[in-house]
């Protein structure tokens, strides 16, 4: 397959330097693409790579224009990684429609479940009784929607996902464990994307709720009774304890953990590994990591860490008679 240089520019916008018949017949990153390819500069830093990149065409900044000029023929625009997604979106749309059922054959679903009728179910998929799939969103293989779960329109759940099982909720009795039912759902809002073998809990008594334009990567756990707001961002591995409240344009990397029942508010970034134990009203960029280190130099400071409270403790009760021997030396006018 292949697309004129000047109909991506016409479809998507930017500021055109080179032959607009040009045809492009594939998308590469900077360092690996070959003549016919279209590639992207996202930042300045790159420039030694884009010097000796040998592709056809490459996405650009107006502040690098003048270096991609000198190289060859480049679309200048303001965000060229947002361009760039939007060549792959458009690139997508220009494939062969994918044949075959819009429900696979082997997929199980409950005759009480309602499927909007331009949905896609793949092979394998089950979906409860009262489960909910609106317009244009895809269920590949695989996936697991319990019953009264819902999830919006133009979503993408992806392989193995699992939505609706029972959040972990346990009374301790007399040394057992005595199970809390779980008698709330899954509520997934429009546009949502969900990553493979992540795991949406139910809640226990109300709903789990995964708002508008939320992205989730692969191999996640969303704990029961966890909000999260729209277009929030969060990377592999992560996980969300139970109650949990994450807000509007937070981003959390990967294999960071929220405890439960805490709040972030709206435009609060967690860096990956990190552990969030408190609650963050504020926006802003979080980390609580402790530096990797080599094993003998990360268990002294580790060991320092320990005396951090009986250390501060003997501060203040030297800063305190430092002060009193003061207040003394200055005596009576």
């Not at 060991?303 to 021997?325: T, V």
Request: neutral net charge; contains cysteine.
């Amino acid at each position: 397959m292949t697309l004129r240089l000047g109909s991506i520019v016409e479809a998507l916008g930017g500021e055109l330097h080179g032959d607009a018949d040009l045809l492009i017949d594939g998308l590469a990153p900077l360092e690996n693409a070959q003549p016919g390819q279209l590639s992207f500069v996202s930042q300045s830093k790159f420039l030694k790579q884009l010097a000796a990149c040998r592709a056809s065409c490459v996405i650009v900044s107006p502040q690098v224009a003048p270096q991609a000029r000198a190289r060859g023929a480049c679309i200048v625009t303001d965000q060229p990684y947002l361009y760039y997604a939007r060549v792959t979106q458009l690139w997508k749309k220009s494939l062969p429609a994918v044949a075959g059922p819009l429900i696979h054959p082997s997929a199980v679903i409950d005759p009480q479940a309602r499927i909007h009728p331009s949905a896609r179910i793949g092979a394998l998929c089950v979906v409860e009784a009262g489960a909910k799939v609106g317009a244009n969103t895809e269920l590949k293989s695989r996936v697991t929607l319990g019953e009264r779960c819902v999830v919006g329109e133009r979503c993408v759940i992806h392989p193995g996902v699992v939505i609706g099982a029972d959040g972990f909720g346990f009374a301790p009795n007399a040394g057992t464990w005595e199970k809390i039912e779980q008698l709330g759902a899954v509520r997934i809002g429009n546009d949502v994307e969900i990553g493979a073998n992540t795991c949406i809990d139910r809640g226990a008594l109300q709903d789990t709720v995964i708002e508008d334009g939320v992205k989730l990567d692969n191999l996640i756990q969303i704990a029961h009774n966890v909000h999260i707001g729209r277009h929030t961002a969060i990377a592999g591995c992560a996980g969300v304890a139970g109650s949990a409240v994450i807000g509007a344009h937070c981003t959390v990397g990967g294999s960071a953990n929220v405890l439960g029942h805490l709040t972030l508010a709206e435009g609060v970034n967690i860096s990956a590994g990190s552990m969030v134990m408190r609650s963050i009203s504020k926006p802003g960029h979080y980390t609580g990591i402790f530096p990797i280190d080599d094993n003998a130099s990360w268990e002294k400071n580790a060991a320092a860490l320990k005396q951090l409270a009986r250390l501060r403790e003997r501060l203040r009760a030297l800063e305190n008679q430092l002060a009193s021997l003061q207040n003394s030396n200055q005596g009576p006018l």
